[in-house]
């Protein structure tokens, strides 16, 4: 069956350190994997897509086949990346959305 | 331009009614999607319209629960004989399709709450 997991329910870094968001998927198919960002009081908002292959806010995400992963990644964490942070997995043909539960990251100055 | 609009946002009912949420999506955007979201949990699909009919319906969890968009533009979420379990935000996102590499576009949602 198909699934999106992400082992941290929150993740504390300090401003200026690497951060490093873990997801995981099960899917039998080609995947096509997606970061999704939620701020405080916003609605959820596209971060970045594995297709596109490109870097947004200075996050990157790089899809690994082998070990079925799409971690997102930033070098070096600003206050204005806490947020809450969901891995999704699109399937079929209709474009839904598979998300994983969701990891908090709370960038302390 | 207006992004995907949702009413109410919040909304509290007694158990046992009858409620109906409503997504205005983006225009233009022929496929819709009807999401789920309890507390500390991702959304989870429930409902998807490509133009006036539903597509996919496979995550609605029961019959209780029905959606409509009948001129292929707002959508309404109706529940029925609404049990404090159904208690979320219920998303609604749009897209310019279903298939392809299109973007979903998310509204802020109503928290439904049963009581």
């Known amino acids: 069956a198909q699934r999106v997991t992400q082992p941290e329910k929150l993740l504390s870094v300090f401003k200026g350190a690497p951060v490093e968001l873990k997801c995981n998927y099960s899917?039998?198919?080609?995947?096509?994997l997606f970061w999704y960002v939620q701020y405080s009081r916003q609605r959820l908002q596209l971060l970045l897509r594995h297709i596109s292959r490109e870097s947004i806010k200075g996050f990157t995400a790089d899809l690994n086949k082998g070990e079925t992963s799409f971690h997102l990644k930033k070098p070096f964490a600003q206050e204005e990346d806490s947020a809450m942070y969901y891995c999704?997995?699109?399937?079929?043909?209709?474009?839904?959305?598979?998300f994983g539960q969701g990891t908090t990251l709370q960038v302390k100055p | 331009g207006a992004g995907v609009s949702q009413t109410p946002s919040n909304k509290v009912t007694e158990k046992g009614k009858y409620v109906e949420l409503r997504c205005d999506p983006i225009s233009g955007h022929t496929a819709l999607y009807w999401y789920r979201q309890s507390l500390g949990q991702g959304p989870e699909f429930l409902i998807y319209f490509q133009g006036t009919g539903a597509a996919d319906d496979s995550g609605l969890p029961n019959d209780r629960f029905f959606a409509v968009r009948p001129e292929g533009s707002v959508s309404t979420l109706k529940i029925q004989r609404t049990e404090r379990g159904d208690s979320a935000v219920y998303l609604c996102?749009?897209?310019?399709?279903?298939?392809?590499?299109?973007?979903?576009?998310f509204g802020p949602g109503t928290r439904l709450t049963v009581t």
């Open positions: 899917y039998s198919g080609s995947p096509e």
């Open positions: 996102a749009s897209s310019l399709a279903g298939q392809g590499t299109y973007e979903q576009y």
């Open positions: 999704a997995l699109k399937f079929g043909n209709t474009g839904k959305l598979i």
